[in-house]
């Protein structure tokens, strides 16, 4: 079974779209997170959910909304996509310990 | 506040010699430190962590990295390389402030093993 599983892996889609990327994890853990890698491999963190509960929101636009249904989810939904977001988007979970787990990445590609 | 700095963007090195990547970190507290790997158009993998316990550190693949606070580092060392270790390669400090869970990265190493 996958840790953190996100879905879809690739996306390809025009400027002005909205879209979603999904997260899913079993480990029954509170904290979750959405970084953001770069063309250059940077990974800066987006955004932070604890239980549902968001706690950090790192200077990210608004067209980027983070949605928690639940502990175990948290989704991305990015509005009006521009040439910029292009990126690879990784969700994370982290338990008790400090571990981070990823998942395997969505590479997002505006066009 | 915390930083993390990977000296060297690029590391090239033989099939069959040693691996070192440098890592310094800043933090006002006492930080968990983790070492992750990525391949090619792969995912995260995360190789080993430190968290306060023992100072060297065990990982994946017989990477290894020594926590060393009088010099602020978590050096990574591998003692032969093999042809399945060229990925990237992050170091990540992670901590807490406030009522949050802090994970700052690296800017990353590229590492080239030659045949």
């Known amino acids: 079974d996958t840790a953190v599983s996100q879905t879809p892996k690739y996306l390809v889609t025009q400027m002005g779209n909205d879209k979603s990327i999904k997260c899913e994890q079993n480990?029954?853990?509170?904290?979750m997170y959405w970084y953001k890698q770069d063309s250059k491999k940077f990974l800066k963190i987006m955004f932070s959910?604890?239980?549902?509960?968001?706690?950090i929101n790192e200077t990210v636009p608004n067209r980027f909304s983070p949605k928690s249904p639940d502990k175990a989810h948290l989704n991305l939904h990015i509005n009006s996509l521009e040439l910029g977001d292009s990126a690879v988007y990784f969700c994370g979970t982290q338990g008790s310990g400090n571990t981070i787990y990823f998942g395997e990445g969505s590479w997002l590609t505006v066009v | 506040a915390q930083s993390v700095t990977q000296l060297d963007s690029h590391v090239s090195v033989s099939e069959g010699t040693p691996v070192l990547l440098r890592c310094n970190y800043s933090s006002s507290y006492s930080p968990s430190l983790f070492w992750y790997v990525q391949h090619p158009n792969k995912g995260l993998q995360l190789l080993l962590k430190y968290t306060s316990a023992a100072t060297l550190v065990k990982g994946i693949n017989g990477f290894e990295a020594e926590f060393k606070k009088s010099e602020t580092s978590f050096h990574l060392t591998k003692p032969s390389a093999h042809m399945s270790d060229a990925a990237e390669y992050f170091c990540?400090?992670?901590?807490?402030?406030?009522?949050?869970?802090?994970?700052?990265f690296g800017s990353g190493t590229q590492l080239t093993v030659l045949p």
């Open positions: 959910y604890n239980n549902k509960e968001l706690i």
């Open positions: 990540v400090v992670s901590g807490t402030s406030g009522s949050a869970r802090q994970l700052t």
């Open positions: 480990l029954g853990h509170d904290t």
